[in-house]
Each structure stands twice: as C-alpha cells, then as structure tokens.
C-alpha cells in the first residue's frame, strides 16, 4: 500500500512559532508518510527546512495566479491525499488548488487570525481579509491549543471539522548550548556575578505586547539593580521599542538582540523566561524554555495555562499589567531555589504533554481522521443505503444541570464506541456551551427548520435520557418531546428512547397523545428503572422494543481524588473529614421545608459529627435552594456552588459520609461510591431510583419532617461500615446500563 501524501503550502516569511511547527513537524512525518513542503519566498525559512532535510520547493511569485499554475505544474501527474495550509499565503494556495486537485483542505491556525496583523493597517486589510475568506471556505480545521478550537468554535466555524493538536518539541535530543557568559556577551551584554537575566523571544510586533513588559522593567529595577532584560526577536515595532527603552532610562539594563537562530543558548543563558502577549495559540517559545527548565512568567492567555499552572508549572498574569508583572519578576528575582523548582515542574510536564512524539502521533490521527470521512461522504454519494448518516440527540441539555450533562455525555461516548467517525448534532438551549465541551454540532432546541433538516439526513434520532415523557413540569415540556419522535420517524429516522424515566403522564388527552406516538414513532425504548416500565404499560405503549436499563450518568468515572481534595481545601476542609452534603433545589412548597433541612443539617452537625456541605447540581438554580436552608442555620454550612464537571462532582460526593438528596443524579453520583442515601422526593422518579437501588431512605417533600431526617440520617450513619456492600448494589445496576448501548447498536 502506497504512503499517504500530504502537500503543506505556507507563505514562506514565516519567523516565530509556526515556522518551527511546521518544520519540525514534516521532518519527524516523513518517516511515516510523503509530506512535501511548498513556500512562496525564499529565504530564512527555506534555508533552514533544506539544513533540516525537509523535502521543499520554492515557487518565488507576487502573484497568485502564477504560483497557482507553478503549482499545478508541480503537482501535475501526482497524486495528493491531503492539501494542508499554514497562514494567509498557504490558505489562499490552498482554496484555488482545490478546484483543480480532489483533495481535502486542512489549515492549521497558529495564531487568533484577527490579531496576526495588528500594527499593520496595509496588511491587514489586504492579507487579513484574504485570510478570512479562505478560512471560511477551507474543509477542514486544526487548532495548535484548546483556545484556538474554542476560538473558532465561538467564531461559528464547522465544530465537527476541528480538531486541535499541541505543538511539540524534541526532549530527547542532547542539547548543545554556549556559555551562558559567551552567549550573551555575542548579543552585546555585558553581566556581572549575581545579574538576574530575564529574557522573551518575541516577534516585535504589537501583539506581543514588549512596551508592557519595558514598563515592568523599569518599575522592578527601581528596587532590584541586577535585573537585566534580553529580547530576542524582530519586526515593525523595533523602533519604538528602542525609543521606549531610551525614555524609561533602561538602554544599559536591555538588549535587543533581533533574531536569535540559537534560542537553546539564548533560553540556557537567561534566569527568567517571559511572555506578555495579547492573544496567543500555543507559543514555542514556551516548551523550548521549558526544555531548558526555566520558570516562566506569562501572560494568561491562549493555550498557554495548559501547560502554565498559576503557581505551580509557572506564574500567570492578566495582560498589560505591568505592576503584576514587576511584582513577579522582583520575586522569582530574589529567589533563586523558587526559579529552579518552577522550572523543574514545568520541564516535567511538558515533556510528558508536548513533546514531538505526540505531536506528530496526534497530526497522523487527525490525517486518518479526515481521510475516512472523506471516504464516507463517497461511499454515501455511491450507495443509496448510506445515502442517510449522522446522530441527532435530543434531551435537556444545556441548562446548567449536571444530571442530563452527565446523561449527554454517556450518550455520546456509546455512540463514538460503536461508530468513531459518525456525525453527530445535539439539540440544545445553550448551544455554544454543547459545541465547546463536547466538539459536537448543537442546533438550539426550538430552530425546528434546522432540526428538521439535520433529521431528514441522519440515520438515527435518540431521545436522551431523563424523565422527557412528563408533564408534572409542563404540558409544552411533553409536547415538544413527542412532537420530535414523531418528526423524526416522519424524516426517516430509526428512533431510540435511551436509558429514559417515563411520567407522570397527567390527563387522558395527553396520556393518548403519549401512547399514540411511541407507539407509532418508536423502534426502541430502553429504560433506567422498573416503574418506567409499569408507566409505559399504563398508557398502552406495546409496539416499541422495550427494555430496562439503567440511568446512562452511572457509567461515567469519577475525576481524580486530587481534584476534589483540593476543591475541599481550597475550601478550608479537611479532605478526610467527615461530611453530611446536601443537594437542593427549589420547588412548591420548598421554602416551608427549609427550616426543616436546616435543623437537620444542624442535628447531623452537633450530634453526629458531621460538617454541613451544600452542593448544586444544576448550577443555574440549586444555589437558591442552599442558600434558603442555610440561612435558617445559626452556624451555616459550605456551599460549594458553580461545579459543573458530573466527574468532579462523583468525586466530590465520594468524599461524603451521608448525601440527602432531592436531586436524581445527586443520588446516582453519590451511590458510584456506596454512599449512604436519603432522598426527599419532589417526583416519583427519586422513590423510583431508590428502590431500584435497593439501599437508602426517601420521603415527598411535602410528607418531610425534622424527625423523619434525624431518624433517617441516623440510619444512614449505621450503614457507613457497608460501604462496600452498598457499592455491590451499584455495581449490579451498572452492568445492567449496557442495554443502553446494545439498542442503539441494533439500530444504527
């Protein structure tokens, strides 16, 4: 079987880090696939891709139709799998190419695209709205961090044509480097013993923001003579720069020292390594100070706090605060065994996170990737019977609720288990929210021309989890529900229910309604306790598979103990302490039973030992409900507030003695640890889960009293040594989840 063969286009002016990107990269693919590189100018970044045996060619033309044919030529006869642009130059080369080569267009953006000509007015009207309408119209997108993904996502690109990838470095070569003395008398600067040298590799352009970081200098070398500044870089902004360096008096303290080819000297000779950009993707500079063990100051943004770790990997401060920044520098100053330690950290994690192996390991997936679902779009145009392709999922998502975050997000790992490259698009009420957590197309809830667009070319439709098929809640709730099954089916979807609660159905009109479609619109219900199943048979639903399973947020796995300790003791409590956590919400007649919650939540604490916590699984509204019972306490509880992770929050509850609960999925997250329960049930489906269980105590709300809770609580307090026992029980309804999956399996 022949090599891939990839054709990356970029500009060829390119100086900072998506040059070294794009070098190192196609060095270390060509012993896996045939990457050729195309520039459009000669010069400093050819050069350097011949010294480092990157197979190049050079097409020298100001104007694009001329490169283009150069190009065609070049290519003629060949076969390309994959064109890949880097920048404006390689984006616009890429975009004509397409018409005359059938191949993807990928482009990697290195930078916020709007930024990358800022200072430049020329430039930026001409490149930059070039650049624009290529990205638009390229077929597929790579982000070099999470923030350019996230970035692009807000910007409205195609969520399900992203990928990101982390740039990468080689840690495993030996580094030669001058001494540090030599290196920087080469740049013209003279230190003496004891000079603290900070230094930046930086484009000297406004982006980078050099005249903050002049600034913080010369308020830091008012009480620190030995600071020093070296700058490494070029560009439009060097002038001022120096003029600047002239005005604050810091001509004998800084050096600029322009384009530094050996930046492992240059970061080996320096003490501090700086950052003060405005807007970044992923900075080399940043892992190639690290690979040199240098703590770091940086601006926090970009992709950068993924490998700087505020106080921990480094230190992070807000962009243009030069007073923040020389606070900073004065400290690691006069510190020179907290320079070492920060910088050992940082070396740790990026050779473990960035280095070249995965970067490039990454960059084949996401080649793989791409060609497959090139594959699949031919294979539906050939075949009528893949003519249809695609996910739609539909539930409450994205109302700030952990529970159906949790229920999505098992959802669509089933999916992905059974079909990687499958497209999928979740209606949605915050879609943005969807896209960036779960690199997913949204489509908000009530667009119904879009939804019913996306069905009519998908292959399945799934009803998510949850209580849907209610109307306790609201008639337009049960309403819109049936009306999307049916839809669905009418679009030619298979439709499966997955892992669903079913009622109450109140009314005969609406219990008909309910019968009428899931009968006639259904292939598949499963569902996540016995009494959905005896609901069903109520309302006469026969036609459908139906089969019990269990709630789909008890498969997920809980985030490190780490993470929650830390939350604890960021908190001021003790990580193995014990804890009584209640999780609220406001519902009719809550606000009478809030002096009940409290005087129990008291009784826990004075009588039983255990510290009052409070947390929210719906982040939006739980807090109120907290907030309403520890009021009515004379020594009020903690409220952790905000959490949205249901990973962190299966850790977080797995750290509590008891859990009273009157949400579902405060339930489910808390029994993944065998936690005693107590339930206060405003619906059915809290009694239902608890029997299903088959461990805990649960009362209606509005049956609750101060002496059920405390009779309760102390029950729950025995059952402490069972643990384990309990975490059996769990166990049991954890395997049963897999008819989930094994329906959507048959139907997709």
Not at 110 to 133: C, F, I, K, M, Q
Not at 257 to 273: E, Q
Not at 365 to 385: D, M
Not at 428 to 457: C, D, Q
Request: charged residues 25%; hydrophobic residues 40%.
């Amino acid at each position: 079987m022949s090599k891939m063969r990839v054709i990356h286009l970029i500009g060829g002016g390119d100086t900072g880090g998506a040059k070294t990107h794009v070098l190192h990269l196609l060095r270390e693919l060509n012993h896996s696939i045939d990457a050729q590189l195309v520039c459009f100018r000669r010069g400093e970044f050819s050069d350097d891709a011949q010294r480092m045996g990157v197979p190049i060619h050079v097409i020298e033309s100001g104007n694009p139709l001329t490169g283009l044919r150069e190009l065609r030529k070049l290519l003629e006869g060949q076969r390309v799998d994959i064109i890949h642009c880097h920048g404006a130059r390689g984006n616009l080369m890429g975009n004509l190419l397409k018409h005359f080569i059938k191949a993807p267009v990928v482009t990697t953006v290195h930078s916020d695209y709007r930024l990358d000509y800022l200072g430049r007015p020329v430039a930026r009207l001409s490149y930059g709205t070039t650049n624009l309408v290529a990205l638009r119209r390229m077929n597929y997108y790579i982000g070099v961090s999470d923030n350019i993904t996230d970035l692009l996502i807000q910007r409205n690109f195609h969520v399900d044509r992203i990928e990101n990838i982390h740039n990468g470095i080689d840690f495993t070569t030996p580094i030669n480097c001058v001494p540090r003395e030599e290196f920087l008398r080469s740049i013209g600067m003279e230190v003496k013993p004891g000079d603290v040298v900070a230094g930046i590799v930086a484009r000297l352009s406004p982006v980078k923001d050099i005249p903050t970081l002049l600034r913080a200098m010369k308020l830091a070398c008012e009480q620190e003579p030995r600071l020093k500044l070296a700058i490494a870089g070029d560009g439009e902004d060097k002038d001022k720069l120096t003029q600047l360096t002239e005005e604050l008096g810091l001509s004998d303290r800084v050096c600029f020292a322009g384009w530094v080819k050996d930046v492992n000297s240059f970061f080996n000779a320096i003490d501090i390594a700086l950052l003060t950009s405005l807007s970044e993707g992923f900075p080399y500079s940043l892992t190639e100070g690290a690979r040199m063990h240098k703590a770091t100051i940086s601006t926090d943004v970009g992709g950068i706090p993924a490998l700087i770790k505020d106080g921990e990997t480094g230190i992070l401060f807000t962009p243009r605060d030069e007073k923040a920044l020389s606070r900073h520098l004065l400290n690691l100053a006069g510190d020179p065994e907290r320079r070492r330690e920060l910088g050992n950290r940082l070396y740790e994690k990026a050779r473990e996170e960035y280095s070249i192996e995965s970067m490039v390991r990454r960059q084949l997936e996401i080649y793989n990737r791409i060609l497959e679902r090139e594959a699949r779009k031919e294979r539906r145009c050939k075949t009528r019977k893949e003519r249809r392709d695609g996910v739609v999922v539909c539930g409450a998502y994205g109302h700030g609720n952990a529970g159906d975050d949790a229920i999505l997000k098992s959802i669509l790992h089933s999916v992905r288990e059974l079909d990687e490259y499958v497209p999928i698009t979740v209606l949605a009420k915050n879609t943005l929210s969807i896209k960036e957590r779960y690199r997913v197309n949204a489509v908000y809830t009530f667009n119904i021309p879009k939804i019913l667009w996306h069905m009519r070319g998908a292959r399945l439709y799934i009803n998510g989890g949850g209580t849907l098929i209610q109307n306790a809640t609201s008639h337009r709730s049960l309403w819109y529900y049936l009306f999307t099954l049916w839809a669905a089916k009418r679009c030619g979807c298979k439709v499966a229910m997955y892992g669903c609660g079913i009622g109450p159905v109140n009314g005969k009109r609406n219990i008909k309604l309910a019968s009428w479609v899931l009968n006639s619109s259904v292939d598949s219900i499963t569902l996540r306790e016995p009494d959905s199943v005896s609901e069903l048979g109520r309302y006469g639903v026969n036609r459908p598979s139906i089969r019990l399973g269990s709630d789909p947020a008890l498969v997920l796995k809980p985030a490190p103990v780490s993470q929650a300790d830390k939350l604890l003791t960021d908190h001021g409590l003790d990580p193995e302490g014990k804890y009584i956590c209640f999780l609220l919400r406001t519902w009719w007649g809550f606000s009478g039973k809030a002096p009940v919650l409290a005087a129990a939540a008291e009784y826990a604490r004075d009588r039983l030992g255990l510290t009052p916590v409070f947390l929210s699984i719906n982040s939006l509204q739980d807090g109120a409900a907290a907030r309403a019972v520890m009021d009515k306490m004379k020594k009020p509880g903690i409220l952790l507030d905000g959490i949205q992770s249901p990973e962190l929050l299966i850790s977080l509850l797995g750290r509590m003695s008891v859990v009273v609960s009157m949400r579902l999925h405060g339930l489910i997250f808390s029994s993944l640890s065998g936690a005693p329960l107590v339930g206060v049930s405003y619906d059915p489906k809290i009694g239902s889960f608890i029997r299903y269980l088959d461990y805990g105590e649960w009362i209606d709300l509005s049956a609750v009293t101060e002496e059920w809770l405390r009779t309760a609580i102390d029950g729950a307090v025995e059952l402490l040594p069972k643990r384990q026992e309990l975490m059996e029980k769990t166990l049991r309804l954890i395997e049963v989840e897999k008819v989930n999956a094994q329906a959507v399996k048959e139907l997709l």
